[in-house]
């Protein structure tokens, strides 16, 4: 489609759990996508979104936010409060870092960040111990938390084209 809006009545949609408006050109969302308490499933990937709303936080049920290959400079701090999030893909944006409140989302599973110019990780990324899969690669960093040696439960992780020198002390020790 070519849609360069989304109206605030979709804000009245109660019981919609999956909203797909990917590759659109969407600017911005409408602060109403916060009323959707029912959303499980958001996917807002290949857009002109440079922000998300701060409501997005107000989506209690959501599961996994798809948001990549738009031009995403931040996120909204409220992104801390989605619990059962499961899967965060913001690849292919322009985000230089994350919020501290990253580290509250504790269901997340997987986490791809891959292609932004991300410097640094936040320390409170030791609160993602159920991470099983962490894209960082295509990234400016050039150190890592100690924290990412306490995920235990990381099976994937991709360290690819960053400007790394060496790991964490965390991360030899395992």
Same mark, same amino acid.
């Given at each position: 489609?070519?849609? #360069?809006?989304?109206?605030? +009545?979709?804000?009245? &949609?109660?019981a919609?759990?999956?909203?797909y408006?990917?590759?659109?050109k969407l600017?911005?969302l409408?602060?109403?996508?916060?009323?959707?308490?029912?959303?499980?499933?958001?996917?807002?990937?290949?857009n002109?979104?440079?922000?998300?709303?701060e409501?997005?936080?107000a989506?209690?049920? &959501?599961? @996994?936010?798809?948001?990549?290959?738009?031009?995403?400079?931040?996120?909204?701090?409220? $992104? /801390?409060?989605?619990?059962?999030l499961?899967?965060?893909?913001?690849n292919?944006?322009?985000l @230089?870092?994350?919020?501290?409140? $990253? /580290?509250?989302?504790?269901?997340?599973?997987?986490v791809?960040?891959?292609?932004?110019t &991300?410097?640094?990780?936040?320390?409170? $990324?030791r /609160?993602?111990?159920?991470? #099983?899969?962490l894209?960082?690669r295509?990234n400016?960093?050039t150190?890592?938390?100690? +924290?990412?040696?306490?995920?235990?439960?990381l099976?994937?992780?991709?360290?690819?084209?960053?400007?790394?020198?060496? &790991?964490?002390?965390?991360?030899?020790?395992?």
């Amino acid at each position: 489609n070519q849609l #360069t809006e989304l109206p605030d +009545a979709l804000g009245e &949609l109660r019981a919609l759990e999956f909203l797909y408006v990917s590759n659109n050109k969407l600017a911005r969302l409408p602060d109403a996508l916060g009323k959707l308490r029912s959303l499980a499933y958001l996917n807002v990937s290949s857009n002109a979104l440079t922000s998300l709303p701060e409501s997005v936080g107000a989506l209690g049920s &959501l599961l @996994e936010l798809r948001a990549h290959d738009n031009n995403l400079r931040t996120l909204p701090y409220s $992104i /801390g409060a989605l619990a059962t999030l499961r899967e965060l893909h913001l690849n292919g944006n322009a985000l @230089e870092e994350l919020p501290d409140s $990253i /580290g509250r989302l504790a269901s997340l599973r997987v986490v791809n960040l891959s292609h932004n110019t &991300l410097i640094a990780l936040p320390r409170t $990324i030791r /609160g993602l111990e159920r991470v #099983t899969h962490l894209d960082l690669r295509a990234n400016r960093l050039t150190t890592l938390p100690d +924290a990412l040696g306490e995920m235990r439960q990381l099976m994937h992780l991709d360290l690819r084209e960053n400007q790394l020198t060496s &790991l964490p002390e965390s991360l030899r020790e395992v």
